[in-house]
């Protein structure tokens, strides 16, 4: 390719089926195309709330779905695959972006396949986080495992947010090649290398009131917050934490 087809705006199309309602990924969807579309890309993006919110510089094609709880197992949503008369007209994407291997991920890989454009899959799941200790739990992460494999193997590119998810997955989903890992705009090392030096904090209360948002799944390993708060006690920080 010459210089001027590397530099034209690439054709993005990002298919997923939760918005802000269903949690993370939500969020993480809506940053995704807004920040392609600042880079000067062209972004569609196929999602439940495309008529609810306004993201700059993006198109968006609204799907119906719905969300299934599984008991204590999390939820299921299900989106239905656009009309064609819904997407844009006339615009063939070069790069299909499917945040979940659902229903909808397969409407995306297909077409995907019909106009040659390349994959990305992005990869939230951890089996492991599906209890083993009954037989329903045993044969839902058995099933699971085979469809995270089946779909990540059959994508161009698989990427993760979650640097520990690599080696994880990649060993775990027998996949063909490693995850990318995608930071999720965290810089850890410069945190850790800043709170090694920390020995008191304060604020206009006098206390530091600390929030952790995450559910508490062992995979998110909610203790290492109460580890953070005894080494801030320990060096005479005044906190208050609340879960």
């Known amino acids: 390719m010459n210089s001027s087809e590397n530099n034209h705006p690439k054709r993005i199309l990002i298919v997923s089926d939760e918005g802000f309602a269903a949690g993370g990924i939500g969020t993480s969807t809506a940053n995704l195309a807004v920040a392609l579309a600042q880079a000067g890309q062209d972004v569609v993006l196929v999602w439940p709330d495309a008529e609810r919110v306004q993201l700059a510089g993006v198109r968006q094609v609204a799907v119906s779905a719905k969300r299934f709880d599984v008991g204590k197992l999390g939820f299921v949503m299900l989106a239905l695959p656009p009309s064609q008369e819904a997407m844009p007209s006339n615009w063939v994407p070069e790069i299909v972006h499917?945040?979940?291997?659902?229903?909808?991920?397969?409407?995306?890989?297909?077409?995907?396949?019909?106009?040659?454009?390349?994959?990305?899959?992005?990869?939230?799941?951890?089996?492991?986080?599906?209890?083993?200790?009954?037989?329903?739990?045993?044969?839902?992460?058995?099933?699971?495992?085979?469809?995270?494999?089946?779909?990540?193997?059959?994508?161009?590119?698989?990427?993760?947010?979650?640097?520990?998810?690599?080696?994880?997955?990649?060993?775990?989903?027998?996949?063909?090649?490693?995850?990318?890992?995608?930071?999720?705009?965290?810089?850890?090392?410069?945190?850790?290398?800043?709170?090694?030096?920390?020995?008191?904090?304060?604020?206009?209360?006098?206390?530091?009131?600390i929030c952790s948002v995450i559910n508490l799944s062992p995979y998110k390993n909610p203790a290492m917050m109460l580890e953070i708060c005894r080494v801030l006690l320990e060096r005479g920080v005044q906190l208050e934490l609340k879960i």
């Open 98 to 209: 499917i945040m979940r291997p659902t229903y909808l991920g397969i409407w995306a890989y297909r077409l995907a396949k019909r106009v040659r454009a390349k994959t990305v899959l992005s990869m939230h799941e951890i089996v492991e986080q599906l209890p083993d200790s009954t037989l329903i739990g045993r044969i839902l992460r058995a099933v699971a495992r085979w469809w995270f494999g089946t779909t990540y193997n059959a994508v161009d590119i698989t990427i993760t947010p979650g640097k520990f998810v690599v080696n994880h997955a990649y060993k775990t989903l027998g996949l063909k090649s490693k995850p990318f890992y995608l930071t999720n705009g965290l810089d850890i090392a410069s945190w850790r290398k800043g709170f090694s030096s920390v020995t008191q904090i304060s604020s206009d209360l006098g206390r530091v009131r």
